[in-house]
Structure formats: structure tokens, C-alpha cells
């Protein structure tokens, strides 16, 4: 989102005017307004009022960060630029759930489960992509700009919808599809050399301070960070109290993981605290750990049918203590410098929370499997594998479960003595962080659990109980189902180069230079035009006769053909060319063509002097390899050999371009490329 109104700021009321307007959108696209009468509307209008005090609060903080010079102001405003993005996000939280139909209840009872941490989108501001597209057209490509206008427009329609997108898979797609096409314009308009004069504005998701940057890559890196936080929420909002429910969290955890992973792993120099090493490792690490909680309560569900079996409460046993593992490698990572600076202390205190609940759950079910007297008797504690952490004063395997039942009761009171303790030092934990929210369920759910180990507790306990208590060992942390992180599916978007009208990316981008020739006209001779073709998109002139019609016009060997007879023909294959060639019969041609070749970028040819217009032409880069196409037609003349020329260099990706997909990745380089025909089929 965007600032509220101010005088220096004339772009600054958007917020609050999409704040208050139903129109139509892209699919994908959540309106924040639904028009429902009565006190549902008058609540989502308070909502309405709190963000907009929130957004003048956010404006007056952002002119004193970005004006002032003194540090410790500059640290005041930050952390005030914090708590007011915190209220921001959850409001806006509200108001989306306050609009949906299809958000699920909370269970009630004994399947509450525990709250996962979603995070917030990166939040832009409007982006004016006219201006500067059109110029680059005009001057570069030698194109009308101003005949661009509809696919602009689309262009910022699609932007402005990923600012909002909803919360499930067609959100997703949306923000795919917005990636993808940053691709396509990556590719095409953004070169060392030239490229379009954009400032991109985004405000860091954790800490809500401002950022901005001229390079794409801030661009493109800021819709992927939104699409891992968007699978967060779309994690975060399944309905953990049965299988289905666990399996899409996890689901949509794991590749909420793949995301940060692909940011952390190709995006360098980030501008704000989001997009930093250290936050993006962390970010992976708690998402791993969600995941991790998810399969476990999965598990949890379907072990509920047979609760008095042995072998399989200890599997949960160990699948929390894993649980518990994964949250306190995330809680350390976030109490240390530099992530601890910049991350809500909430989340801090969570992971801690988490990590000796989970710790409490393994020893609780550990006793739950020692005190299944019919499961001991049938000798299946034995053949167990090791469920206990080996110590010091033990063997190297760890200790080994009891046989005895008398034994099996003792260490289950023990065990759940640790699980009794862990759970009020959950609950100890949590009081010491401000509730964010009226329904606590997190409290609910430890609290629940404390009362089921006091419960078990209370049966084990014997008046005549005077011996010493048994010390519980540790649990050994194990997964029978680890959490992969996946990678983000944007190959499985279709987009379409929403310029795909300026030509193939091969040739016609800011990363390669031509001279624009013609139109020149032409009649048939006796031998013909003069001239061969060859390959496709865009068809080139394998060779030009001496003495011929097509050398007396100025064509010259390598030049590709845009226009035949006003038409433009950049993505026509070799055989439209051809026959609309030859269905001229006698009458003239008129052609339109590029000269891709470097001797004649300082100048003009001779013969066409007078029609030419010179544009950029292409710097050398090295040949490329590739399998000889074979696909040609002779014109009224011999064949004549292609030669042996130098071809522009494959487009370089930014340093984000390795996250864009295979199939994207081919869309843009692997179209058919003229260089790759100009260098290898040659005719005979």
C-alpha cells in the first residue's frame, strides 16, 4: 500500500482511495470492500477509519526518517515505523477476514490447535510505467510509444493487483504471473546500457521502513518475498483439526521455505531488513519448523484412533521432540544480532513458547507409551528403536526402555513430571509477551495440555510412592516425514510478453543495437529479388546476388526482414515470408529491414542514405552453438553461403533471474534466434 495524501506526495491519497472503492479487478485481486448492510458494514468502516490514522501516522514518521540526519532519531522512528506496520498488518488481517465467506472457524474444545506465524506482504507504492516505457520505445525500438498505451495500461492493471492479491491459489498465480512478466521486461527494456528511468518504492515487511531502488532486481525480489509470505497466510489459515487441513499447511509452508530459500541464494545488496541474508535464512528456518509442526499434528490426528498403542505414541514422542528441535534453532537465531534487531518481539517469544511446549508433548507421550501395561506385556517396548538421548553416564546407543511394568511406571511419572514442567514454563513464557490478539489460543492449547499430564499424573501417583524419583532422560528427535522445501511452481503460470508485439527478444532489446533501413522498394528482376532467407522469427537474408535487384536497393547479407509491403512480419516463419513474396508477381515490394551488423553503426550505407534512419547497433558478444536449421527458400537466384558473422550475446540475467523458471527462462532465450541461424545454417 501506499501513504495518505500529503502536499509533497500528489500520489499519496491511493491507499485511501482504494480503501473505498469496489471495482472490477484481475482475478486474484481481494477487495478489501464488500457492500453488506447493517453492523458488519459499520464495523469494516471502523476498520476503515484505524488504517487510514494508521497511514498519517506512518507518513508523518516516513518525512522525519528520510529528513532528518541524527541517529538516535533515525532509531526513534524506525522502531515507531515498526509498531505502526504491525497495526497496519493486523488490521488490514481483520478486514480481509471480516470480508470473506470462506475463512475457517477456530474448533472448539479439545482440537484448538496452536497459531502459526504468518507474515505480512511487502506493502509499494503506485508505479508509473508510461512515461518512461514510451520514451524507451520511441528512441530505442523506433517505434510509436504512444501505440503502446493498451499494453502499458495491462501492465500497470496486473501491478497494482499484486499489491492485494488474495489469499489462495489465484492470488498466487497473480503474483506468478506479475514475476514472470518482470521477466519478460527484464529481458527486454533493462540492459547495462540503457534502460528505463523507474524508481521502484517497497516498505520493509518486519520493521515497515521505506526502501527504494532504480534496479528491477529490488522489484522482482520484493513479489517474490511476497509470494513465500502469501504461502505463510495461506498456511497459517488451514484447518489444522483434520489431516486434509495438515497436509496443505505443511504444503504451503514448505514452499513458503522454497521462496526465501531462492531469494536468499540470488538476491544480494538488499535495501531493507526483509531481504537481508540473515532475515531470509531465518525466515526458511521457521517455515521448516511450521512445516515440521504441521506433519506432526497430522500424525497426532490419525494416531487418535488407536490411542493405546505403544509403538505408535512413541513415534509421536519423537516427532515432537523434533518439533521442538526445529523451534529452538529458530528461537536462537532470532534472539541473536542482527535478526533480533528488526524482528517483533512476538515472534521471538512464540518459537520459545513452541519449542518447550513440543519439548513437554514428547515427554507426555513417552509416558503415555510407558504406561500401557498391554503393550509391555506383549514385549513391544523392547523391540523399539533407541527413543532416548544417550548421556554421560550411559551407553554410547542411550538408555533402553524398561521391561518391568513397575519400571514402566515409574519412568512414565517421570516423564510427565517434565512434561508438567515444561508446560508451566510455556505458560510462564507466554505471559511475559503483549498479547497482540482478544483470543489467546495459544494459552488455550498449552493450558489444555497441563491439565492432560496433570490428569495422567494424578492416576499414576500411589499413597505408598516413597522411593526416590527416576531421573527422565531426554528424547531422541526423529521425523519419519522431513519437510522439503520446495520451490516456489511459477512454471506452472502461462504469461504472454506483453510487448511481444516490438519482436523477438533475440534481437529487438536494449541489450542489443541495429539500424532501421527502409522501406525500400524493389521489383522483380529475371533472376529474381536477388536474395535468399533463411529462419524464423524474424526471417534474415541468407545472401544478396552482386549486381542484383536487392543490392542496388541496400540490402545486405544478415539484415532482417520486419515489414513486407507495410505488414509488419518480426514473428512470421520462413514460409509466410516466402509466399507473400512471391504473391507479388511482377508488381514491387516494398521491404523493412534491420541491420544487425556492427561495421555500420557509425554510419549510414551509401545506397540507402537517404532513407535510412540510424538507430543503435549491436556491440559483439561470442557465437553461440546450436543444431543447423535447414529450413530455406531460393528466390529467382542461386544460393549463396550465409556467412560467418559475430552475434550478439545471450541476454545476462540480474542476480534474481536464476529464481525465474525453466519454462520462463526458455520463453525468454530460447525463442527462435536469428543469431543462432545467422552463425549455423549455412546454405548450400
Same mark, same amino acid.
Given at each position: 500500500?501506499?501513504?495518505?495524501?500529503?502536499?509533497?506526495?500528489?500520489?499519496?491519497?491511493?491507499?485511501?482511495?482504494?480503501?473505498?472503492?469496489?471495482?472490477?479487478?484481475?482475478?486474484?485481486?481481494?477487495?478489501?470492500?464488500?457492500?453488506?448492510?447493517?453492523?458488519?458494514?459499520?464495523?469494516?468502516?471502523?476498520?476503515?477509519?484505524?488504517?487510514?490514522?494508521?497511514?498519517?501516522?506512518?507518513?508523518?514518521?516516513?518525512?522525519?526518517?528520510?529528513?532528518?540526519?541524527?541517529?538516535?532519531?533515525?532509531?526513534?522512528?524506525?522502531?515507531?515505523?515498526?509498531?505502526?506496520?504491525?497495526?497496519?498488518?493486523?488490521?488490514?488481517?481483520?478486514?480481509?477476514?471480516?470480508?470473506?465467506?470462506?475463512?475457517?472457524?477456530?474448533?472448539?474444545?479439545?482440537?484448538?490447535?496452536?497459531?502459526?506465524?504468518?507474515?505480512?506482504?511487502?506493502?509499494?507504492?503506485?508505479?508509473?510505467?508510461?512515461?518512461?516505457?514510451?520514451?524507451?520505445?520511441?528512441?530505442?525500438?523506433?517505434?510509436?510509444?504512444?501505440?503502446?498505451?493498451?499494453?502499458?495500461?495491462?501492465?500497470?492493471?496486473?501491478?497494482?493487483?499484486?499489491?492485494?492479491?488474495?489469499?489462495?491459489?489465484?492470488?498466487?498465480?497473480?503474483? #506468478? #504471473?506479475?514475476?514472470?512478466?518482470?521477466?519478460?521486461?527484464?529481458?527486454?527494456?533493462?540492459?547495462?546500457?540503457?534502460?528505463?528511468?523507474?524508481?521502484?518504492?517497497?516498505?520493509?515487511?518486519?520493521?515497515?521502513?521505506?526502501?527504494?531502488?532504480?534496479?528491477?532486481?529490488?522489484?522482482?525480489?520484493?513479489?517474490?518475498?511476497?509470494?513465500?509470505?502469501?504461502?505463510?497466510?495461506?498456511?497459517?489459515?488451514?484447518?489444522?483439526?483434520?489431516?486434509?487441513?495438515?497436509?496443505?499447511?505443511?504444503?504451503?509452508?514448505? %514452499?513458503?521455505?522454497?521462496? @526465501?530459500?531462492?531469494? %536468499?541464494?540470488?538476491?544480494?545488496?538488499?535495501?531493507?531488513?526483509?531481504?537481508?541474508?540473515?532475515?531470509?535464512?531465518?525466515?526458511?528456518?521457521?517455515? =521448516?519448523?511450521?512445516?515440521?509442526?504441521?506433519?506432526?499434528?497430522?500424525?497426532?490426528? %490419525?494416531?487418535? *484412533?488407536?490411542?493405546?498403542?505403544?509403538?505408535?505414541?512413541?513415534?509421536?514422542?519423537?516427532?515432537?521432540?523434533?518439533?521442538?528441535?526445529?523451534?529452538?534453532?529458530?528461537?536462537?537465531?532470532?534472539?541473536?544480532?542482527?535478526?533480533?534487531?528488526?524482528?517483533?518481539?512476538?515472534?521471538?517469544?512464540?518459537?520459545?513458547?513452541?519449542?518447550?511446549?513440543?519439548?513437554?508433548?514428547?515427554?507426555?507421550?513417552?509416558?503415555?507409551?510407558?504406561?500401557?501395561?498391554?503393550?509391555?506385556?506383549? &514385549?513391544?517396548?523392547?523391540?523399539?528403536?533407541?527413543?532416548?538421548?544417550?548421556?554421560?553416564?550411559?551407553?554410547?546407543?542411550?538408555?533402553?526402555?524398561?521391561?518391568?511394568?513397575?519400571?514402566?511406571?515409574?519412568?512414565?511419572?517421570?516423564?510427565?513430571?517434565?512434561?508438567?514442567?515444561?508446560?508451566?514454563?510455556?505458560?510462564?513464557?507466554?505471559?511475559?509477551? %503483549?498479547?497482540?490478539?482478544?483470543? *489467546?489460543?495459544?494459552?488455550? =492449547?498449552?493450558?489444555?495440555?497441563?491439565?492432560?499430564?496433570?490428569?495422567?499424573?494424578?492416576?499414576?501417583?500411589?499413597?505408598?510412592?516413597?522411593?526416590?524419583?527416576?531421573?527422565?532422560?531426554?528424547?531422541?528427535?526423529?521425523?519419519?516425514?522431513?519437510?522439503? !522445501?520446495?520451490?516456489?511452481?511459477?512454471?506452472?503460470?502461462?504469461?504472454?510478453?506483453?510487448?511481444?508485439?516490438? &519482436?523477438?527478444?533475440?534481437?529487438?532489446?536494449?541489450?542489443?543495437?541495429?539500424?532501421?533501413?527502409?522501406?525500400?522498394?524493389?521489383?522483380?528482376?529475371?533472376?529474381? @529479388?536477388?536474395?535468399?532467407?533463411? &529462419?524464423?522469427?524474424? !526471417?534474415?537474408?541468407?545472401?544478396?546476388?552482386?549486381?542484383?535487384?536487392?543490392?542496388?536497393? $541496400?540490402?545486405?547479407?544478415? *539484415?532482417?526482414?520486419?515489414?513486407?509491403?507495410?505488414?509488419?512480419?518480426?514473428?512470421?516463419?520462413?514460409?509466410?515470408?516466402?509466399?507473400?513474396?512471391?504473391?507479388?508477381?511482377?508488381?514491387?515490394?516494398?521491404?523493412? !529491414?534491420?541491420?544487425?551488423?556492427?561495421?555500420?553503426?557509425? &554510419?549510414?550505407?551509401?545506397?540507402?542514405?537517404?532513407?535510412?534512419?540510424?538507430?543503435?547497433?549491436?556491440?559483439? $558478444?561470442?557465437?553461440?552453438?546450436?543444431?543447423?536449421?535447414?529450413?530455406?527458400?531460393?528466390?529467382?537466384?542461386?544460393?549463396?553461403?550465409?556467412?560467418?558473422?559475430?552475434?550478439?550475446?545471450?541476454?545476462?540475467?540480474?542476480?534474481?533471474?536464476?529464481? =525465474?523458471?525453466?519454462?520462463?527462462?526458455?520463453?525468454?532465450?530460447?525463442?527462435?534466434?536469428?543469431?543462432?541461424?545467422?552463425?549455423?545454417?549455412?546454405?548450400?
Amino acid at each position: 500500500m501506499i501513504l495518505e495524501e500529503r502536499p509533497d506526495d500528489p500520489g499519496a491519497s491511493e491507499d485511501s482511495d482504494r480503501l473505498q472503492e469496489d471495482s472490477s479487478n484481475p482475478k486474484g485481486y481481494d477487495s478489501l470492500m464488500q457492500n453488506q448492510p447493517g453492523q458488519l458494514q459499520s464495523h469494516r468502516a471502523r476498520l476503515h477509519q484505524q488504517i487510514s490514522k494508521e497511514l498519517r501516522m506512518r507518513t508523518g514518521a516516513e518525512n522525519l526518517y528520510r529528513a532528518t540526519s541524527n541517529t538516535w532519531v533515525r532509531e526513534t522512528v524506525a522502531l515507531e515505523l515498526s509498531y505502526v506496520n504491525s497495526n497496519l498488518q493486523l488490521l488490514k488481517e481483520e478486514l480481509a477476514e471480516l470480508g470473506s465467506s470462506a475463512d475457517v472457524e477456530q474448533p472448539e474444545g479439545e482440537s484448538v490447535t496452536i497459531p502459526m506465524i504468518p507474515l505480512g506482504l511487502n506493502e509499494t507504492k503506485e508505479l508509473d510505467w508510461a512515461t518512461p516505457l514510451k520514451e524507451l520505445i520511441s528512441e530505442h525500438f523506433g517505434e510509436d510509444g504512444t501505440s503502446y498505451e493498451t499494453e502499458i495500461q495491462e501492465l500497470e492493471d496486473l501491478r497494482q493487483a499484486t499489491r492485494t492479491p488474495s489469499r489462495d491459489e489465484v492470488g498466487l498465480d497473480l503474483l #506468478a #504471473a506479475y514475476y514472470i512478466q518482470l521477466c519478460f521486461l527484464d529481458a527486454r527494456f533493462f540492459s547495462p546500457a540503457r534502460s528505463p528511468r523507474l524508481l521502484f518504492h517497497w516498505y520493509d515487511s518486519l520493521t515497515g521502513v521505506p526502501a527504494q531502488q532504480r534496479a528491477l532486481a529490488f522489484e522482482k525480489g520484493s513479489i517474490l518475498f511476497n509470494i513465500g509470505a502469501l504461502h505463510t497466510q495461506i498456511g497459517a489459515r488451514q484447518d489444522c483439526s483434520c489431516t486434509e487441513g495438515t497436509s496443505h499447511a505443511a504444503e504451503a509452508f514448505q %514452499r513458503a521455505a522454497g521462496a @526465501f530459500r531462492l531469494l %536468499r541464494e540470488n538476491f544480494s545488496h538488499a535495501p531493507s531488513p526483509d531481504m537481508s541474508t540473515a532475515a531470509l535464512s531465518m525466515l526458511e528456518q521457521l517455515m =521448516v519448523a511450521q512445516a515440521q509442526e504441521c506433519i506432526f499434528k497430522g500424525l497426532l490426528l %490419525r494416531a487418535s *484412533d488407536t490411542p493405546d498403542s505403544c509403538p505408535a505414541q512413541l513415534q509421536l514422542a519423537q516427532e515432537a521432540a523434533q518439533v521442538a528441535a526445529e523451534y529452538g534453532l529458530v528461537h536462537r537465531v532470532m534472539a541473536q544480532p542482527p535478526v533480533r534487531d528488526h524482528l517483533p518481539a512476538s515472534w521471538t517469544n512464540l518459537a520459545h513458547v513452541k519449542a518447550e511446549h513440543f519439548s513437554a508433548l514428547a515427554h507426555y507421550h513417552t509416558a503415555m507409551a510407558l504406561c500401557e501395561g498391554s503393550s509391555a506385556d506383549k &514385549g513391544e517396548l523392547p523391540g523399539q528403536e533407541h527413543v532416548f538421548q544417550p548421556s554421560a553416564t550411559c551407553e554410547p546407543q542411550g538408555p533402553t526402555l524398561p521391561q518391568h511394568p513397575e519400571e514402566c511406571r515409574k519412568l512414565a511419572k517421570a516423564h510427565l513430571k517434565r512434561a508438567i514442567l515444561g508446560q508451566e514454563e510455556a505458560l510462564r513464557l507466554h505471559t511475559l509477551c %503483549r498479547v497482540l490478539r482478544k483470543v *489467546d489460543l495459544l494459552q488455550v =492449547v498449552v493450558t489444555q495440555a497441563l491439565r492432560r499430564s496433570l490428569a495422567k499424573y494424578s492416576e499414576l501417583e500411589r499413597e505408598d510412592d516413597f522411593f526416590e524419583a527416576v531421573e527422565a532422560p531426554d528424547i531422541q528427535p526423529k521425523t519419519h516425514q522431513a519437510p522439503e !522445501v520446495k520451490m516456489p511452481s511459477l512454471s506452472q503460470v502461462k504469461v504472454t510478453d506483453l510487448f511481444h508485439r516490438l &519482436g523477438p527478444l533475440s534481437v529487438f532489446s536494449t541489450k542489443n543495437r541495429w539500424q532501421l533501413v527502409g522501406p525500400v522498394r524493389m521489383t522483380r528482376g529475371e533472376g529474381g @529479388f536477388g536474395f535468399t532467407l533463411r &529462419g524464423d522469427s524474424p !526471417v534474415l537474408i541468407a545472401g544478396v546476388v552482386p549486381g542484383s535487384q536487392a543490392e542496388s536497393a $541496400g540490402l545486405k547479407e544478415g *539484415d532482417y526482414i520486419v515489414s513486407v509491403n507495410g505488414c509488419p512480419c518480426k514473428w512470421w516463419k520462413h514460409v509466410e515470408v516466402v509466399a507473400q513474396l512471391r504473391g507479388v508477381g511482377e508488381d514491387s515490394v516494398s521491404l523493412q !529491414v534491420v541491420d544487425p551488423d556492427d561495421r555500420h553503426c557509425c &554510419g549510414v550505407r551509401e545506397s540507402v542514405a537517404s532513407r535510412r534512419r540510424c538507430l543503435p547497433a549491436p556491440a559483439p $558478444g561470442p557465437s553461440l552453438p546450436g543444431a543447423a536449421r535447414t529450413n530455406k527458400a531460393r528466390l529467382g537466384v542461386n544460393q549463396t553461403p550465409a556467412r560467418t558473422g559475430t552475434v550478439s550475446p545471450v541476454p545476462e540475467l540480474d542476480t534474481l533471474d536464476p529464481c =525465474v523458471p525453466r519454462v520462463a527462462v526458455e520463453a525468454i532465450l530460447l525463442c527462435p534466434s536469428p543469431c543462432n541461424q545467422l552463425q549455423l545454417a549455412r546454405c548450400t
